[in-house]
């Protein structure tokens, strides 16, 4: 059975990817780590408590990072996720899951040597607490098997021109995560704002009538509501990520090497991919560049409704 931390910033499609994360038969889900991002750190890390109590998904959920490595980022105004992140769905308070004494960087690094080499990550939110398991624990990168992430672009972004929000909102430590050697899998907008559910997947998952489905139906009506109020379209750009990782055949993928703009006035958060070899480093990055978004849908679907 693969083993997989899910690192997060729940997060509506953050949550829609940790509900088909937790469906898939193929891998045991062993944490969720959180970290600002979305929303405030102690907004993440309640909604994942709380998500696992709900949907009962026995795991330690972390506490994780609060701010970014360096520029003190925290989200009070962009409201794609709603104030407390999960749109306007509240979730019970867990009552009896309660949080992993262990920060996320200390949590990722002691299930890495636990795994011997055969843990998997999947990230979902800025990279913070990846970068600070790299820099304080040295073999903590090589004893990863492959990292998935949602973050960046080759071309274009959202927050800006350039930049996407999860690598925009701490480029350090997607810096850091870039040059680390980990076997990487990026899961951009050039395939991400593509990955768009449709009203028909909402009658699937109501249909089904479960904890699971009603809720990942519940998130996606927030966001059709969303999407008709002006803000973002109903897009799976986290589960895509999980995708990557559990039904990697959905999209197409090139091996780039990569790195973050850190400065600059307009640049900073941009994912620079070397699509001409002009700097000669060998790749660091297989970078997703096509979506077959009926594969995927479909196969988001079938994790929601089981
Ligand atoms: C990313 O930023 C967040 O809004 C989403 O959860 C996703 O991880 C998309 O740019
Ligand atoms: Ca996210």
Redesign the pocket.
């Known amino acids: 059975m693969r083993k997989l931390i899910i690192d997060c910033?729940t997060?509506?499609?953050?949550a829609i990817a940790i509900l088909a994360a937790a469906n898939c038969s193929d891998i045991e889900i062993l944490g969720i780590t959180s970290v600002n991002?979305?929303v405030s750190e102690n907004h993440v890390s309640a909604n994942n408590l709380n998500l696992c109590e709900y949907i009962g998904l026995e795991v330690p959920v972390c506490h994780g990072a609060f701010v970014p490595l360096y520029s003190g980022f925290q989200n009070t105004e962009d409201m794609?996720?709603g104030a407390t992140g999960l749109g306007t769905i509240v979730l019970p308070s867990a009552e009896h899951h309660s949080f992993d004494p262990r920060i996320a960087s200390r949590f990722l690094y002691e299930t890495a040597m636990a795994c011997h080499g055969e843990l998997e990550l999947l990230v979902?939110?800025p990279m913070t607490n990846i970068a600070l398991a790299i820099i304080q624990y040295p073999d903590f990168a090589l004893n990863i098997r492959h990292l998935y992430f949602?973050g960046g672009s080759v071309i274009g972004g959202?927050v800006n021109t350039n930049a996407?929000?999860?690598i925009w909102a701490d480029p350090e430590a997607a810096h850091v995560v870039m040059m680390s050697g980990i076997k990487l899998t990026m899961v951009g907008?050039d395939v991400?704002l593509k990955a768009i559910m449709t009203k028909e997947d909402v009658s699937a998952l109501r249909k089904r009538n479960s904890r699971t489905s009603n809720l990942a139906a519940d998130i996606l009506d927030f966001m059709f509501e969303r999407f008709a109020r002006g803000g973002e379209n109903v897009i799976m750009?986290?589960a895509l990520a999980a995708a990557a990782a559990l039904c990697p055949e959905c999209m197409e993928y090139e091996s780039v090497w990569m790195d973050v703009e850190r400065s600059g006035d307009y640049t900073r958060g941009h994912t620079f991919a070397d699509l001409r070899g002009r700097f000669g480093n060998p790749p660091n990055v297989r970078a997703a560049m096509r979506l077959d978004n009926d594969r995927f849908r479909a196969w988001l679907v079938s994790m929601l409704v089981k």
Request: charged content about 25%; cysteine-free.
């Open positions: 910033d997060g509506t499609d953050d991002g979305n794609t996720h979902t939110g949602m959202n996407e929000f999860n907008l991400t750009h986290d």
